[in-house]
């Protein structure tokens, strides 16, 4: 037991106070920074920080009644992610476990990131140690189970993947303030797994749907990764890759933030290339830090017509 | 007679709350926990049945204490200790032990005194649990 909580049992034992200042509690929990810093590093996702603003007002609420003496109980904060490819459900499971252990609902804030061959064994009785193992390290942090619809295969009856998701649900619902789950998968396959196990859905508390990025979203994402890797759009280079968006995300196979870090990924290696074609000249830090028009335009998404169907036009 | 076998044993007998936080500890310094369990309370008895496989790389200590609640249910009447092993260069071994459960009723130990050669005695001891089969020594007190 920590010393703050040894305090909070001493004034239960004492008397409860009567009212609270709630500005100060709130500042004692650190929920404003939690809060501030996925604002300022997350782009939209309007959904996903509502439903973490409201898990945080909850602890803040809990804390309160427990002060007071009132009954509280532990909240079920398992979670499943749905959501198009790229809209960030991996970046944000990664981050919850830390938001969750500041916010003091799990001990330590680690994540294990598993996937179906790290649940299911290959053979009869292999399935419940390694599902046990995978818990265990899991304890005390965030289990992050990605492509969660994987775990279950309808057309196979003897699949082992149905013992790893018994012994997740039994866990998920006695361990509860043990460990948090987090599925993430597709929307519609995600749907179609819940379908097939009601236990599972009825267990997970928060259901948050990933919405697609909007274009300026889109562009925000891809400064804000250059920025990361310290490079820059120039003027011209920026509106490029605004037209660059719009007619890439009409095209098939469209993966929101991932398709645009991909996108980059050329980019960079298109501006290298461009350096490298006039050896006889001196670089300055500018040089290589901006990217000019010609390094966007001369992405085959350009050429391959200007939207709809990626058929020329 | 209370055995009395690694860390801790002249305490009284560590609460869960108490024994969670010393799989804690063996966790927060990167040992290996493991589980273990004997019905021979022989002092010189080192290979105890060891109950699942080793636990490497884990965080918190709920899941061990999980383990230790399926032994106790499995053998609740014998002795159940807990152990961290470091395999960090240098130590590679147990670098704390301290028991978690033991029978109810311990009977304790029988001094054999053997007369040898010239007034020599050779000395063993006995667990009086020790006569009666394994896995029936304390079952029925």
């Known amino acids: 037991m920590t010393q703050a909580q040894e305090q909070i049992k001493e004034q239960i034992r004492e008397t409860p106070p009567a009212t609270i200042d709630l500005r100060h509690e709130f500042a004692d929990l650190g929920i404003g920074d939690v809060l501030d810093q996925l604002d300022s590093e997350l782009?939209?996702?309007?959904?996903?920080?509502?439903?973490?603003?409201?898990?945080?007002?909850?602890?803040?609420?809990?804390?309160?009644?427990?002060?007071?003496?009132?009954?509280?109980?532990?909240?079920t904060l398992h979670m499943s992610f749905t959501g198009n490819p790229g809209t960030g459900k991996t970046t944000v499971a990664l981050r919850m476990a830390g938001i969750l252990h500041k916010l003091g609902f799990v001990r330590r804030g680690h994540v294990i990131s598993v996937t179906r061959d790290d649940l299911v064994g290959q053979y009869i009785g292999h399935t419940a140690p390694k599902t046990k193992e995978i818990l265990k390290k899991a304890m005390g942090g965030v289990l992050f189970i990605d492509e969660a619809y994987y775990l279950y295969r309808p057309e196979n009856e003897r699949d082992y993947?149905?013992?790893?998701?018994?012994?997740?649900l039994q866990v998920m619902e006695q361990q509860r303030e043990d460990l948090v789950v987090i599925l993430a998968g597709y929307g519609d396959r995600m749907e179609k797994f819940f379908q097939s196990n009601p236990g599972f859905r009825s267990r997970i508390a928060h259901h948050i749907d990933f919405p697609d990025y909007s274009d300026a979203e889109l562009l925000w994402i891809a400064e804000l990764m250059l920025q990361q890797q310290n490079y820059r759009f120039s003027p011209e280079a920026r509106e490029a890759f605004t037209r660059y968006?719009?007619?890439?995300?009409?095209?098939?196979?469209?993966?929101?933030?991932?398709?645009?870090?991909?996108a980059l990924d050329r980019i960079r290696l298109r501006q290298a290339n461009r350096i490298v074609a006039k050896l006889d000249r001196t670089l300055t830090a500018d040089d290589v830090m901006s990217i000019e028009a010609g390094d966007v335009l001369a992405s085959r998404v350009f050429t391959k017509g200007g939207g709809g169907t990626g058929e020329g036009r | 007679m209370r055995v009395t076998q690694g860390c801790f044993s002249f305490l009284p007998d560590l609460t869960d709350e108490q024994i969670a936080a010393q799989v804690q500890y063996c966790l927060d310094k990167g040992w290996a926990v493991n589980i273990e369990f004997t019905d021979d309370p022989h002092p010189r008895n080192t290979y105890w049945d060891m109950w699942g496989l080793p636990m490497f790389d884990l965080r918190d200590a709920a899941g061990i204490m999980k383990e230790l609640a399926d032994c106790r249910r499995v053998y609740g009447d014998r002795y159940i200790r807990i152990s961290?092993?470091?395999?960090?260069?240098?130590?590679?071994?147990?670098?704390?032990?301290?028991?978690?459960?033991?029978p109810r009723e311990e009977p304790g130990f029988r001094l054999d005194r053997q007369e040898a050669a010239g007034r020599n005695l050779h000395y063993s001891t006995h667990a009086y649990a020790a006569g009666r089969p394994e896995g029936e020594r304390y079952s029925d007190h």
């Open chain 1, 161 to 168: 993947g149905q013992e790893a998701i018994e012994i997740l």
């Open chain 1, 245 to 262: 968006i719009g007619i890439r995300k009409a095209q098939p196979l469209f993966s929101n933030a991932r398709s645009i870090r991909n």
């Open chain 1, 43 to 75: 782009i939209g996702l309007k959904p996903v920080k509502t439903r973490i603003r409201e898990i945080a007002s909850l602890l803040l609420v809990e804390r309160i009644r427990q002060k007071m003496a009132l009954a509280t109980t532990f909240p």
């Open chain 2, 84 to 102: 961290g092993f470091d395999s960090s260069h240098g130590w590679e071994s147990v670098r704390l032990s301290f028991i978690v459960n033991r």
